[in-house]
């Protein structure tokens, strides 16, 4: 795979399925050909006209000559559109954008290539699948986490995936899934201790991120997330998505500088919303400097 | 390439003068939209084109004298019909505006306006002054813009743009420095009577005013009961406030008889061709070029017939 510039086209959808209870595939033919790296994400405009005042980002999961695949939950006003959306209908799609994975080849300095644990929590799925298909080798570890066994989209995870339900329900009888989350599954298998570095690499919820940041810190291993922010344009015009700096200097964007960051690049305890309906940490002691209502 | 229509007094698609200059389009991106127009050369379109075709001018991310770091996030929010946001001015400040932006815009041979905000009205002509000494030579800079809905220190915190005694001490410093450029003062609508800020950026001597900046808004997340924005409210733009602009471009024009470019909530040629019927003499894209990077591009192409 090689980076490719991003393009602006326009196309329609193809199909779209549930491959999980709640994570749909839509496949979506464009005019012309497009490449990407795993990591890489697109904004896409269901409708094509102006129903959506700004396109949303989604991460691609595969390409194929025209086609491209993204795997997405029903949240809110935009994706649920997505969900009910028919054949036919127009897109228009911008990508690919963002800073991928790294390549297994992209060592460390002075380092061979490392072994890989990959972890990836609900629709964090696609950028690190993509990755496996793309550089996956013998000894790296892949673990997936779903809220039950229906959230598990089983026939996507089905090579060489390890897979954490938070309930033990609606999970097929053949496989074998560990009932927590997917940093308690890694430090399962992983032990307390490890004969040999490995570079991490994780998407999906907030909470995860963190905890896998931690996970990694504990073990002084390289790791990368890839972090959602909510998007304006997506290509580095509005400053609307932004990540707090670890060393205090401002902004990096998610779009631009990311979705795939350093984990210690990232101020974490200033970024993002502290969970479950609290006072954004910005209303909660994360000074940073201007607070007003200007654009 | 879209037929002339009868009523309009001139080409849409051809350059145009303004006060001391022509430029060389009526179809510009709107500030804070488009960055500092040195990003998106690299998007491709099937059809071969760049989203800087045909652009009459980008009008750069609004830079004040000293870099800020700008507001937390969530930033921006698609609020149904428009988007709310709350960036903070976030930018590189104008020292990196004059080293690094102003070579860079001068090579790649953007035409442009830099949007600049101040403190207080001799702040807007001391930066002005700066601009000049830096790019003076530039043929691509075409002028500044004056954003005038910033928080005045010297006045207890009231916009600076809602007093019309401050936009025309605000027009008159910047004025005061320029010779063959262009002065807009962007005006805000979130005041009883938009057409008296206009009168006062006539009497401070500007060639135009650029309407509307964003409206006051504001979005509530029913999962936890909160605003959507960390800092409560936001600015409120694209197709939702269309009529609000137009409105506002129709009251500015009829009232002060001074140029206006107007913007708010234009994604196509025939949006921006209703601000040209109310008599706006060049549109800019907001939100529209934010969601789709050739959509100025696009309408300039439909009024130049490429
Ligand atoms: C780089 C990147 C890659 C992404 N990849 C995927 C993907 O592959 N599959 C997928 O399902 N989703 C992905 N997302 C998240 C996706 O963009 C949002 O779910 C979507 O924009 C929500 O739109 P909506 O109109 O349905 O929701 P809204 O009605 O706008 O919001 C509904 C809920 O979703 C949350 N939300 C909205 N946008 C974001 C966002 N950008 N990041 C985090 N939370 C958000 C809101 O806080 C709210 O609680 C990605 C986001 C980013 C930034
Ligand atoms: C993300 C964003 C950032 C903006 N930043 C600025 C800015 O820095 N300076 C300014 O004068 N206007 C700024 N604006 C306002 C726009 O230039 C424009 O006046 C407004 O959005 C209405 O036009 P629209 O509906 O086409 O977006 C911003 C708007 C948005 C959406
Ligand atoms: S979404 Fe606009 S800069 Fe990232």
Redesign the pocket.
Known sequence: MTTSDPWRLVGEVESLGLVSSSMYELVVGLEDVVSFRPGQFCMLNLGGGREMVLSRPFSILAVDGNRVTLLFKAVGSGTRAMATCKPGAPVVFLGPLGQPFPSPDTATAGQTAPRHLLLAGGVGLPPLLAWQRAWGREGDLYLFGGRDGGDVPWSLVSEGWRCSVDRHVDVPRNVDAFVGNVVELAREILGSVDDEPRRVLACGPLALLRAVTAFAGERGWDCRVSVEERM?CGYGV?R?CVVPRADGEGYLTACHDGPVLAADAIDWKCFGRAEGGSPPVSAIGCNRPEQDTK? | MMRRPDWLPFDPGGEFRLGPRVLPGRVWT????FGYGLTGRDIKASDGGSPFDGLGAVVT??ITTSPRQGNPPPR?WDAGSG?L?S?G?ENVGLDRFVDEIIPALRQDRVPFVA?IAGTRPGEFGDMTRRLVAAAADCEHWHGV?L?LSCPNVAHGGVDFGRRPETVRDCVEAAVAEVTDRIVLA?LTPNVASIAELATAAADGGAHGVTA???LLGMDIDLATGQPVLPLRRG?Y??PA?LPVALAKVDEIVRESGLPVVG????GSAEDALKFFAVGAVAV?????Q?NDPFSAAGIAGVFNGS
């Open positions: 304006g509005c609307g654009s | 709107a500030s804070g939209c991310k609004t921006i988007a946001n960036i001015l949007s813009e954003n962007k509307i900046n964003t600015g733009s694209g406030i913007v708010g909530g234009i800019q894209v907001g939100t529209s934010m």
